[in-house]
């Protein structure tokens, strides 16, 4: 009898997402992609450019966003939603409550380079691991795999029917 070696079968399946929580993943998975793919707002407020509002805050333009993702220009604001993509070429967000606009103008406080934007990459780099093996899934690595772009993940089957 010492002779035998007994073996534990493994068996794996792949389930949805929504069936994830609480079960434990079977390999390692990494991120195919950035989390977020791009520069994106915190609140509801006006995409820009720090530089170019002066030190005590100043005019800018205010443009609509023709959908080719042109960046912005020199002295031009845009306005965005919360948890919208940045136009390119913004690299901060002031809030709607904090500008005054004037017909095709906002005038626009002081703001440092970066405030109110969550940068790309910020939760997830591509090729950065997700989840690792043997990992009890909680809502957050769920949330984060669904931002990843997993619908289904691959675990241990469960011992009870």
Not at 9 to 24: K, N, P
Not at 49 to 69: F, I, S
Not at 100 to 109: A, F, M, S
Request: glycine letters at 8%.
């Amino acid at each position: 009898m010492d002779d035998l070696i007994q073996h534990r079968v493994v068996c794996t399946e792949m389930i949805a997402l929504s069936q994830a929580l609480g079960r434990v993943t079977a390999e390692e998975v990494f991120s195919p992609v950035d989390v977020p793919g791009r520069d994106i707002s915190v609140l509801n407020g006006y995409a820009l450019r720090a530089v170019d509002v002066p030190e005590l805050g100043g005019y800018l333009l205010l443009v609509r966003p023709d959908g080719r993702d042109l960046p912005l220009q020199a002295s031009q604001a845009a306005r965005v939603l919360t948890g919208a993509p940045l136009p390119a070429g913004a690299d901060s967000v002031v809030a709607l409550q904090r500008c005054r606009v004037y017909g095709p103008r906002i005038w626009c406080p002081p703001l440092r380079m970066g405030e109110h934007v969550i940068k790309r990459a910020h939760l997830l780099q591509r090729g950065q691991p997700v989840v690792s093996a043997d990992k009890r899934l909680d809502a957050w690595d769920i949330d984060l795999l669904a931002a990843a772009g997993f619908p289904r993940i691959k675990v241990y089957r469960s011992s009870t029917p």
